[in-house]
Every structure is written in C-alpha cells, then in structure tokens.
C-alpha cells in the first residue's frame, strides 16, 4: 500500500565491480501503485504524483499488470534530449493548466525495479530476481513506458557514463545484484559526473536558522556581456556560514541599483526567468529575498552538469580565486558533453543485455 519511499544511492568516485548497471535517469523519482482501476504515483517523499501526470496514468493502466508495484523515474523528452525544466513545469496547483501540459508536454515513465506483482511482495528477494520479473512484465511495452535498459559488463557502464550525459542523463546506478529492496536507505551506488567552473559570486541568500550566509548567488557571463544567474553554492559549515557574512560586507550594495540584477527586484521582469528573488513554486511562500554584491570576486566550485545555461544541481565549493578577473569568468569555460540521442538508450539499441 503507499506510500512506499524508494531505495537511495550513496555517491561513489568509481564503478564498483560486480553489479547491475543502470543509467541514472535525471526526472521525478516514482513508485507507481497500480490496484486495477486505481492508479497512484508516489514521489520520494511519499507524496502522491498522480494528479499532475494524467497522461501517464492512463498509460501506465493500459500497459501494467492489474496489480503491481513499480518503481521508476518520470522524465519529459524534448527531441533527443532529457529537459528537467519543462519537468518541473508539470507540477501546476491549476486543473485546467494540468490538463494543458499533459497534452503539450506530455511525460515518460521508465521502469526499473518491481516491488510487487499480484498477491507477491517482491521487496525480500534479490535485485537480480526483481530484474528478471521487470524484463518478463515489461517485455511488450511501448512508449510512453519504458524498461530501463540495464547490463551487468563494468566496461559497458563506464562507456554509457561518458556518452549518455549527451542526452542529459546524470551518470550511473550500481545495483549489488542480492540485495533486497530496502526503502528509504542508501544501499545502492551513483556515479555522478563532476566537474569545476570558476564564477562570479553576485549576492547571497541567509540561512533559515538567521543571519549567515545559506548559499551563494553565482553569475557567469554570456556572450553579450550580461552576467546570467547560474546557480548557486550552499555547502558550509555552520562557522563558516557566520565567516562569510564579515568577508563579504563590504562588497554589499543596498541600494541595488548599478548591480547587474537589480531589474529582477521587479515582479514583472520575474516572468518567465529563474532570479534569485523569484517565488518558488515548490514552496509558496518560502523568503527567497537576497542580498546583492558587487561582482567582483570569483569562487572555483564543482558541478555536475548543466541543465540548459545554469547548473542542474547545488554546486560545492572548492576554493576562492583572487587571481581571477571577474569578467573572464564566461560560458566558454564550460565542458559541452558530446550529444547523444535519447532514443537509441530508450530503446534499449545501446544496451547489453542484463
């Protein structure tokens, strides 16, 4: 009964040996419950999903055994690529704006684990066991429902680790092939890409325990010369949160006027851009307010990847760069991962089999 929270991965520097392998989908993680007629999608927090992917729900009834449970990611495919953006889009209080986007820019499902099939609970028996339960159920699916295509050759998944980021994955999964599914603890393995790009620090946001530094505020600038927001880097200890705020005081501008953002005070030029004052959707009435500097000092951090022109998750931080102009802190700096066609992995065409 859900709500199930899924098994988690721990981050790992190297491909352990002696697993199955999978790709690491970058979307919405989901536990889908199927009883019949009756249909939720669980997130990783618990929360249903359901009622903002009606599309797939009725997919998922069509193509699912009458009663199961499946764990799997929704993604959104945008020509041969993964878009995170559009994803998060999806998630709209408004019905009719749900219906809108369903048919606009409708979602994927891709199957990677199965929790429970009929009257079986599956979750005690080994992940190799599970795996060929999947591959037997999901045998004749189409999309927009997909069996995660998997191997158990180390070679193999190192290769997917340096091609499939071309199309917007976020690494790869290792799976310890006897272990059972365990919800909500860390007993699988992610690789993740990483990377480092030297950015201008902007502004920060304080912490919600009180007046430190929560995150910086990161600018990279674009080929017209206009710093872009990019991210953002949150990862100090409690003291050094309390350091930065000293350090950075006199780089302060109050008012903001002159700072490259300082249009993005205003809620009409929030419309249709990420600004580090703008509403969360996520969470309403969450103080995104922040504190503007001049751009004038430049951090190294280390990312993973992109997600169109900013960084798809939180960066960490590695150093300061006091040799380092502000002003050559620009895109170009930034690896381009060679594009790789999102079909060709969906389809299983890159794949060995598991």
């Not at 929704?74 to 809108?100: N, W």
């Not at 180390?154 to 272990?179: H, M, N, S, T, Y």
């Not at 169109?308 to 991962?337: A, I, K, M, N, V």
Request: with cysteine; glycine share 8%; charged share 25%.
């Amino acid at each position: 009964m859900p709500p199930v929270k899924p098994m988690l991965a721990k981050s790992v520097t190297r491909i352990p040996p002696g697993m199955l392998y999978e790709a690491k989908w970058d979307g919405f993680r989901a536990v889908v419950h199927r009883d019949g007629d009756e249909t939720v999608i669980g997130s990783r927090t618990g929360k249903p999903l359901t009622r903002y992917f009606p599309e797939l729900v009725a997919q998922l009834e069509a193509q699912l055994p009458q009663r199961c449970v499946v764990d799997g990611e929704i993604i959104l495919i945008r020509g041969d690529h993964l878009d995170f953006d559009a994803l998060t889009e999806r998630i709209h209080p408004a019905a009719s704006r749900v219906r809108l986007l369903a048919e606009q820019t409708p979602a994927s499902f891709v199957a990677f684990d199965l929790l429970a099939l009929d009257e079986l609970d599956l979750m005690p028996v080994s992940q190799r066991e599970r795996r060929a339960a999947l591959e037997e159920i999901l045998e004749t699916v189409v999309p927009p429902l997909h069996l995660a295509p998997a191997t158990l050759d180390p070679e193999e998944a190192g290769r997917w680790f340096d091609q499939f980021e071309g199309a917007g994955l976020d690494g790869v999964i290792a799976k310890p092939l006897d272990a059972a599914y365990a919800p909500d603890q860390r007993l699988m393995f992610k690789i993740k890409h990483e990377r480092t790009a030297d950015c201008v620090v902007a502004g920060y946001r304080e912490h919600k325990s009180g007046p430190v530094v929560g995150s910086l505020l990161l600018g990279l600038y674009d080929a017209g010369g206009r710093l872009q927001h990019v991210g953002v880097c949150a990862s100090f200890p409690m003291k050094r949160r309390e350091e930065l705020v000293a350090e950075l005081a006199p780089l302060r501008m109050d008012p903001v006027a002159g700072h490259p953002w300082a249009d993005w005070a205003d809620e009409e030029a929030q419309a249709g851009s990420r600004m580090p004052g703008a509403t969360s959707r996520w969470t309403g009435t969450k103080d995104l307010s922040w504190v503007p500097l001049r751009p004038e000092r430049v951090i190294e951090v280390a990312y993973d990847h992109m997600q169109g022109d900013r960084f798809r998750h939180t960066t960490q931080f590695r150093r300061w760069r006091p040799d380092r102009e502000p002003s050559s802190c620009t895109y170009e700096q930034l690896d381009e991962p060679v594009r790789y066609d999102l079909a060709d992995i969906l389809s299983g065409s890159s794949a060995e089999g598991s």
